[in-house]
Every structure is written in C-alpha cells, then in structure tokens.
C-alpha cells in the first residue's frame, strides 16, 4: 500500500499518550537534511568530475549551516523517543535485548536492504562507466551512513542516558569537559576526536532525554531560559569570532577541522540551544502538530525516515547526471564569476530531488518493516543483554567504517583510518555479525 494512504490511516487512530513534537521535529529534521544536501552540492562536470560545497565557495553563506545543521534536534528528538519507549518496557518486564532489537530493526532494515542494491550496482557502474566518476558518486551514496552507526550507539547506550538524566547537571557538564578535552588534544592529533563521536553525540542524547522531562513539566522558568539561550548563543559566537572554532556547523571540503565529524563543543552547545529554543516553543508545537496535516506529514515521514535519509543522495546525485547526460547544464558558482541564475535552477534542483524522493518513498518504505522475528525460547540467559549491546556496538563501528571506505571496488577497497588498515569487505561482515548478534540475543530474553 503506498504511503500517502497508510499515513492517512495512521493519523486518523487514536495516538494514545504519543509526544507529537518528537515525530514533527524528527519529520522537519529529515527534509531539512534532503534540502540541505540539495542546496549545498555543487557538482562540476569537466574532464574529471568534482564535487564542492556551496559554503566553501561562498564563506559568507556559512553561517546558513547555524539553521541547516538539524542533526544534533534528531539525536535529541530520537533520544527522548528511546527514553520513553525503554521506560515503558523497563514497566513491562521486557528485557533490554527485545527492546532494543525492536528499536533498532526499523533503524537496520532498510540499511541492509540499501547496501545491498549499492554494492551490486556498484558492480554495475563500475563495468560501464569511467572509474572516476563512478567512484565518486558511490563512494558519496554511503557517506551519511556515519549517522546511522552513531545512532545505533546511542540508542544501545539509551539505559545510561536514562540513568544519568537524574543528574543532568552534574553529568552533563563533566561530559561536555570531556569533549573540550578531546578537542584540545585533537587540534594536536585528528584521531584523538573520534572520542567525541561519543562524547559529542552523548551529551547531545542525554540532552534528549532532559527535555523529554522538560516537555511535560519545564522546571525552568521563561525568565531563566532566555538567559540560558542568550548565553549559549553568545559563547558560540565568541567561540567563532576568537577563531577557536570555524564557523561552518557542516563539513567543508578541504577543511582543516570539523565542527561535525565528529562532534566539536561548539556542535554541541549549538544542540544544547535548539533543546532550549525548543522548549521555548514547546507549546506552539504542540498546538501545530494538532493540525491534522501537519499530524499527517509527521506520521508519514517518520514511516519512511530511514528510506529517505539512506535514498535522497542517489535519487539527487541521479538527477544531477541525469541533467547533464541531456546536456542541461547549470551553472557553476565560483567566487569570480557568479550567475543570479544559479539560485534559480536551485530552487528547481531542490523542489524536483523532493518530488523524486517523496515519489520513491511511496513504495520503498515497505522494506523498513521487512524484518526477521524476535526467536522465541523458554530459556532465559542472563549474558543475552550484553551479547546485544556489543552486538550493536560492531554494527555501529562498521556502518562507520563502511562510510568511511565506500561500496567502490567492493570487497577489496581499503582505507586507513586512525592507523588501521579497513577494507569495504570487513565493514560488511562486522555489520553481519553484528545483526546476527542483536537478533540472535533475543532467543534467550523469553521467560515461561
């Protein structure tokens, strides 16, 4: 059944004790990223393909990423969602292994389901086009798996959050020490921030679970919260101006430091304001997503969220080769010569990639819910929740690995990362063990 009419159904039942504003932030975060991606891509077609960054070529665009970069709100938004789902089942009896298989299968099905068809039309494309330029685009096509992999993380780790949230305070801050810590030493050393991929996107989690507190009792006053966020918002900017931090909230290419990957102090006190901003607005929030409407594009969104976020960068990358294969070709901006028509044909790029996705999407979301039971037994084994959580643990360093090498000249493409030496093949048969592993966990979580 397509999505439109499965959304309409879902949104017309009764949505029980469900905090809308997690769906619509997650719903508005994830367009967000398709628009992003679509608005920031230059692709330069020549005897060698190359891909650029619109803020790159026009710095002053950057501080554009302040209101683009939405992936610390989806951590947040996807933090609080795990909290409460794991509260309900701590109530219920349900062992951690069930739960998270349960909440990571719509996470990881699609995921295999797309590495499948992009490793075997990598074996296509690779056979028929130039080298270059296949390798580009595939490699490209598997870069934002990197989220994925940190998300499984956070998710496995959602118990710890739970736990430190009663703390906040206190465990925030000697968190966020952490991460300016790492950032310090990885000034010195890039492979000391990948510490932060934890810290970074830890702090941003637990930051989560905070406001799912927040959202149903604020224990800050308005007064108190328009300081916090002027204050926050101040320090970001200091941080920039004193030129500690580069502005851009996204990777560039070329750049010397990543305020995303992985996560800089500035990144996350920039997560830290949106949570506040959020609760700012908590209630117009609320109000909007009562909006039939906009209670449906939340339903249907998150439906498909994993299909849009692993397809709209082949579905965009298609369409940009598409258009010059037919010789459409749109402008290149450059800081010498600039077109105002490239703004234009833009704007026709990012509203054509929406139309193809949101097409797409209709029917591929059927493969988030292609997913294998839970194996029941009458055993009970007391191992299984640790055998889950590191389980996910190699799904999640694989995912990241695999984004890192990419499907091109798959198995035997390698890469060295942080000193190791990674091929493509090993990414794919860590994330296989890993999966077998989560699911396999639940066989023993069954009691009489």
């Given at each position: 059944?397509?999505?439109?009419?499965?959304?309409?159904?879902?949104?017309?039942?009764?949505?029980?004790?469900?905090?809308?504003?997690?769906?619509?932030?997650?719903?508005?975060?994830?367009?967000?990223?398709?628009?992003?991606?679509?608005?920031?891509?230059?692709?330069?077609?020549?005897?060698?393909?190359?891909?650029?960054?619109?803020?790159?070529?026009?710095?002053?665009?950057?501080i554009l990423s302040w209101f683009l970069q939405v992936m610390p709100l989806f951590f947040i938004a996807g933090a609080a969602a795990n909290a409460l789902s794991f509260r309900s089942g701590s109530a219920r009896n349900?062992?951690?292994?069930?739960?998270?298989?349960?909440?990571?299968?719509?996470?990881?099905?699609?995921?295999?389901?797309?590495?499948?068809?992009?490793?075997?039309?990598?074996?296509?494309?690779?056979?028929?086009?130039?080298?270059?330029?296949?390798?580009?685009?595939?490699?490209?096509?598997?870069?934002?798996?990197?989220?994925?992999?940190?998300?499984?993380?956070?998710?496995?780790?959602?118990?710890?959050?739970?736990?430190?949230?009663?703390?906040?305070?206190?465990?925030?801050?000697?968190?966020?020490?952490?991460?300016?810590?790492?950032?310090?030493?990885?000034?010195?050393?890039?492979?000391?921030?990948?510490?932060?991929?934890?810290?970074?996107?830890?702090?941003?989690?637990?930051?989560?679970?905070?406001?799912?507190?927040?959202?149903?009792?604020?224990?800050?006053?308005?007064?108190?919260?328009?300081?916090?966020?002027?204050?926050?918002?101040?320090?970001?900017?200091?941080?920039?101006?004193?030129?500690?931090?580069?502005?851009?909230?996204?990777?560039?290419?070329?750049?010397?430091?990543?305020?995303?990957?992985?996560?800089?102090?500035?990144?996350?006190?920039?997560?830290?304001?949106?949570?506040?901003?959020?609760?700012?607005?908590?209630?117009?929030?609320?109000?909007?997503?009562?909006?039939?409407?906009?209670?449906?594009?939340?339903?249907?969104?998150?439906?498909?969220?994993?299909?849009?976020?692993?397809?709209?960068?082949?579905?965009?990358?298609?369409?940009?080769?598409?258009?010059?294969?037919?010789?459409?070709?749109?402008?290149?901006?450059?800081?010498?010569?600039?077109?105002?028509?490239?703004?234009?044909?833009?704007?026709?790029?990012?509203?054509?990639?929406?139309?193809?996705?949101?097409?797409?999407?209709?029917?591929?979301?059927?493969?988030?819910?292609?997913?294998?039971?839970?194996?029941?037994?009458?055993?009970?084994?007391?191992?299984?929740?640790?055998?889950?959580?590191?389980?996910?643990?190699?799904?999640?360093?694989?995912?990241?690995?695999?984004?890192?090498?990419?499907?091109?000249?798959?198995?035997?493409?390698?890469?060295?990362?942080?000193g190791l030496n990674w091929t493509n093949g090993q990414s794919i048969l860590a994330f296989g063990v890993g999966l077998l592993g989560i699911w396999g966990s639940t066989k023993f979580a069954n009691k009489n």
């Open positions: 059944m397509r999505l439109s009419k499965v959304a309409e159904s879902a949104a017309g039942k009764n949505s029980g004790t469900r905090i809308r504003q997690l769906d619509l932030i997650r719903a508005v975060s994830i367009w967000v990223v398709v628009i992003a991606h679509a608005f920031m891509g230059v692709v330069v077609w020549g005897k060698d393909i190359s891909l650029n960054n619109l803020l790159a070529v026009f710095p002053n665009l950057q349900q062992p951690y292994s069930v739960w998270l298989y349960r909440r990571s299968s719509r996470l990881l099905a699609p995921v295999i389901w797309y590495l499948m068809a992009i490793i075997l039309l990598s074996f296509g494309l690779t056979a028929i086009f130039d080298g270059v330029v296949v390798q580009y685009f595939l490699n490209l096509s598997t870069q934002l798996l990197w989220f994925l992999g940190v998300y499984l993380l956070m998710t496995a780790l959602t118990p710890l959050w739970v736990t430190l949230a009663k703390n906040f305070t206190t465990a925030a801050g000697l968190i966020f020490v952490a991460v300016v810590v790492v950032d310090i030493f990885r000034f010195q050393n890039p492979a000391f921030g990948l510490a932060n991929f934890v810290f970074g996107w830890g702090l941003i989690s637990l930051t989560g679970v905070w406001l799912l507190e927040q959202l149903s009792q604020v224990s800050i006053t308005n007064r108190n919260l328009l300081i916090s966020i002027s204050i926050l918002l101040a320090i970001e900017i200091s941080l920039v101006i004193l030129q500690i931090y580069p502005l851009s909230l996204v990777g560039l290419p070329g750049a010397e430091f990543s305020n995303m990957a992985p996560p800089s102090a500035l990144l996350v006190l920039h997560g830290i304001l949106q949570a506040l901003l959020w609760i700012r607005f908590k209630t117009w929030l609320e109000t909007l997503t009562n909006k039939p409407k906009v209670w449906q594009f939340s339903i249907s969104t998150n439906l498909a969220a994993m299909s849009i976020y692993l397809w709209h960068l082949p579905i965009l990358m298609g369409l940009h080769s598409l258009l010059n294969a037919l010789g459409i070709k749109l402008h290149t901006p450059t800081t010498d010569s600039f077109s105002a028509w490239y703004f234009v044909e833009l704007l026709f790029l990012i509203l054509l990639t929406i139309t193809l996705v949101q097409a797409w999407i209709q029917y591929a979301y059927l493969l988030e819910n292609l997913i294998p039971k839970i194996p029941t037994s009458k055993r009970i084994w007391l191992g299984n929740g640790a055998l889950s959580f590191f389980s996910a643990i190699a799904a999640a360093i694989s995912l990241l690995m695999f984004s890192v090498v990419g499907p091109y000249n798959f198995p035997n493409q390698v890469v060295t990362f942080s």
